[in-house]
C-alpha cells in the first residue's frame, strides 16, 4: 500500500508518543521494580529509558525535515505492583515497536527517505535487543 509523505509524518509522530511513553514506562519500572533477582534487569531497563529518549530525538529531527511538526503528546503508559508483569507490559510494548519500525522502514523507502530508513533500521535493531533483554529476563 503506497505512503504519503503527509501519512508516514503521522505514522511517525505516533511513534514519537510511543518512545516518551516508553522512557516514562523504563523510568517508573525501574524505580519500583524490588528484589535481588531483579538487580540486572533494572539495571538494563534504566538503559533502555535513555535508549528510547534517543530515539525521541532522532525521530523528532527526522519529523521536522519532513516539515512536519513533532508532536509533544505522550502515548499510554503501563504499571504494576508485579515484577514480572511490569516486565510484560515492555515486552508488549517492545514487540509493537518492532512491528510499527519494520512497516516504517518500508514506508521510508517507498518514498525513496534513505536516510529516514536508516535510522529507523537503527532504531529497530535496538528495539530488538530490548526485547530480547525482557526475554531472557522473563525466561521466554
Ligand atoms: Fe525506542
Ligand atoms: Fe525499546
Redesign the pocket.
Known amino acids: 500500500m503506497a505512503v504519503t509523505t503527509e501519512k508516514l509524518i503521522e505514522l511517525l509522530n505516533k511513534d514519537l508518543e510511543l518512545?516518551y511513553s516508553?522512557a516514562i514506562q523504563y523510568i517508573n519500572h525501574a524505580a519500583v521494580m524490588t528484589g535481588a533477582a531483579y538487580g540486572d534487569i533494572i539495571k538494563e531497563i534504566k538503559i533502555h529509558a535513555n535508549?528510547?529518549i534517543q530515539?525521541a530525538m532522532i525521530l523528532a529531527d527526522q519529523i521536522d525535515y519532513l516539515r512536519g511538526s513533532p508532536t509533544v503528546n505522550v502515548g499510554k503508559i503501563q504499571t504494576s505492583e508485579d515484577n514480572d508483569e511490569m516486565l510484560r507490559q515492555d515486552l508488549d510494548g517492545e514487540e509493537d515497536?518492532i512491528n510499527r519500525y519494520k512497516s516504517r522502514v518500508e514506508q521510508a523507502e517507498q518514498l525513496k527517505e534513505f536516510a529516514l530508513a536508516q535510522q529507523l533500521r537503527n532504531?529497530l535493531a535496538?528495539?530488538q535487543e530490548h526485547a530480547m533483554d525482557l526475554r531472557q529476563a522473563l525466561g521466554k
Open positions: 518512545e516508553a535508549e528510547e530515539h515497536a532504531i535496538m528495539e
